[in-house]
């Protein structure tokens, strides 16, 4: 069971805009995760990650993070 919380709007925008990945490592600012991390995802997954922010992101990128975190 994951006890990923769940970002707010504004968590998850400074998140995305930031440089570092929630494993600690560099990524580029407007990046979901570093190289890294985005390839430990499934194709489906990672293609999520291109969904607009108000159409499905957000849902998206909370999935990709309960991936990570198992």
């Known amino acids: ?10 968590e998850l925008i400074k998140e995305f805009e930031g440089d570092r990945c929630r494993c600690g490592k560099a990524k580029q600012p ?25 159409e499905g992101y957000h849902g998206a990128y909370t999935d990709a993070v309960q991936a990570l975190d198992r």
């Open 1 to 10: 069971m994951s006890t990923t919380p769940t970002l707010t709007t504004p």
């Open 30 to 54: 407007r990046q979901s995760f570093c190289r890294a991390c985005y390839f430990k995802l499934s194709k489906p997954q990672r293609a999520a990650l291109y969904l607009p922010f108000l």
